[in-house]
């Protein structure tokens, strides 16, 4: 097994890494305390595409976990959105889940059936990658999001944020979870 090097990536352009490889990120970066930029994501419900917003979230009036990702067809992603899952699964429904990712939303409501996943809402960044570039996480050389964590208030601030530095790495679940506790 190879031992992970620990990398830091630049202020300009802003980076992370892809199995060691630098990787550009397109957008601004979100960061805490800033309210969470509008957004569109696509959603497949009973047979019909749909959009979810961020006046969906602020309508929802409870904090929100965007769980972001390339794919939920990656080991990785399967098993970050498989723990996020059994996180919010004991919070009572008290949280709003986002799973977002850069799959068809056809692709996620497959996951989302197979994996049993009721406590996110499966939502595609799959065709603009507007999500993607209003978060700052949108990977230039690949057109698909990279990993990331986002929890957001009820009043639409972002409380918590991370940009996983190593694409193939998981996120901080603790972290994002703990803030989900404070806010409850």
């Known amino acids: 097994m190879a031992k992970k090097v ?7 352009p802003r980076q992370v890494f892809v199995q060691g490889k630098p990787a550009t990120l397109v957008g601004k970066a979100v960061r ?13 419900e009973e047979g019909i595409v749909g959009r979810f917003t ?3 979230v602020l309508d929802f009036g409870k904090p ?15 098993v970050q959105a498989r723990k996020f899952e059994r996180y919010l699964s ?17 692709t996620m409501n497959r996951f989302v059936q197979q994996e049993v996943i009721e406590h996110m809402i499966p939502a595609s960044d799959d065709r603009a990658g507007t999500f993607g570039k209003q978060f700052g996480i949108l990977l230039e050389e690949h057109a698909v999001l990279t990993r990331a964590v986002f929890v957001v ?3 639409g601030i972002v409380q918590y944020e991370q940009v ?7 996120p901080n679940y ?11």
């Open 6 to 12: 620990k990398r830091t990536t630049s202020k300009d």
């Open 64 to 78: 929100c976990l965007l769980c972001c990702m390339t794919s939920v067809d990656t080991k990785v992603g399967t």
């Open 32 to 44: 805490v305390g800033a309210e969470v930029p509008d957004f569109s994501l696509f959603i497949f």
């Open 54 to 56: 961020k006046q969906d």
């Open 153 to 155: 208030d009820q009043n």
């Open 174 to 184: 603790g972290a994002a979870i703990d803030i989900l506790l404070d806010l409850l």
């Open 90 to 106: 004991m919070l009572d429904r008290n949280v709003v889940g986002v799973l977002v990712t850069s799959d068809l939303p056809f």
């Open 164 to 170: 996983v530095s190593e694409f193939t790495d998981e």
